[in-house]
């Protein structure tokens, strides 16, 4: 059996997520395992990003339920959180598709940020800082060399002194990834982490994600439209169209679906053959549906 079935970290159960008369998700059922990148994958506006919404307690969903089980046997009711609880206590990290550093701190200080509350709290909330405790001390020592690690991971050591800001597309892109580890997730969300990157900063972007899922024995929850990122690193896929579940399965098992095939080349319903070499397409393109019209990103609606 595979490990998002015998093994969950997160269960999403008969999730559904209406705006007035818009059912945006409808009763969507899916499991994501530790030590294991999930893909949620979808033409535009298949609903990905408000599931992740709906995980992170962005939105409150109308229906279903999202359990988070840590490896010590703890469970969180997610849909019944609220957005820093889930945070702090569920220990869900998140990404943006719209990079959202902090662009006039240095590159450490925004590592630094992250761990926050848990510097506030050593502090005796600022008293047993301002008298230079050393159990203040200790913890934020802690806190440099974890951001160092990261920095070191993330290839950013060199940048550590430098404004945010300053830095490639593709190293802000690493540093947002940094500082959500910073938090030690037992979940991390990445909305469209390749967004924007050459071939070469996507290459970099794979390994990251696989070292983070090798070396810290946790689940990935990854929305990518890019097909080299999503085929190259993901153990489990997930599909959405319009709101509902089309495929859930290996990429073997997902690009060589024919509902799949369906929702992103657009062949009519009553298309019986959905054979890739048929529609004058290789396999691994299949998943890709539109992406050979629009620069290698999935995509098609709006």
């Known amino acids: 059996m595979t490990a998002w079935l015998s093994d969950p970290e997160l269960e999403v159960q008969h999730l559904t997520m209406r705006f007035g008369g818009l059912v945006a998700i409808g009763d969507l059922s899916f499991n994501a395992a530790r030590k294991q990148i999930t893909a949620l994958i979808g033409p535009n506006g298949a609903g990905k990003t ?32 609220d957005d820093f609880r889930i945070t702090q206590s569920a220990r869900v990290a998140r990404t943006f598709q719209n990079i959202r550093l902090f662009s006039g701190m240095t590159v450490l200080e ?11 709290r050593a502090s005796g909330y600022t008293v047993l800082g301002l008298l230079g405790a050393p159990a203040y001390k200790r913890r934020e020592t802690e806190a440099v060399e974890l951001a160092k690690y990261w920095l070191g991971k993330t290839g950013l050591i060199d940048r550590a002194d430098d404004p945010a800001g300053d830095l490639p597309y593709g190293a802000q892109r690493r ?50 439209h890019d097909m080299s990122v999503v085929m190259g690193i993901s153990d489990h896929i997930v599909v959405l169209d319009y709101g509902r579940k089309i495929s859930d399965g290996t990429p073997t098992e997902v690009k060589n679906d024919p509902a799949v095939i369906r929702a992103y080349l657009g062949v009519d319903d009553e298309e019986d053959d959905l ?20 620069g290698g990103k999935t995509g098609g609606r709006t």
């Open 275 to 294: 054979n890739p070499a048929k529609l004058g397409l290789e396999k691994a393109e299949v998943i890709s549906g539109r992406a050979a019209k629009n």
């Open 110 to 120: 925004n590592l630094m940020v992250a761990q926050h509350n848990e510097l506030m």
């Open 50 to 81: 408000t599931v992740f919404n709906c995980i992170t307690g962005f939105y409150k969903p109308t229906e279903g339920a999202i359990t988070l089980r840590h490896p010590d046997g703890k469970t969180f009711d997610l849909e019944r959180m």
């Open 175 to 224: 540093l947002e990834i940094a500082r959500a580890m910073c938090t030690n997730p037992r979940l991390l969300c990445l909305d469209e982490p390749a967004a924007g990157l050459n071939p070469r900063e996507s290459e970099e972007l794979n390994k990251l994600l696989l070292s983070i899922r090798d070396d810290h024995n946790m689940a990935i929850l990854l929305i990518e």
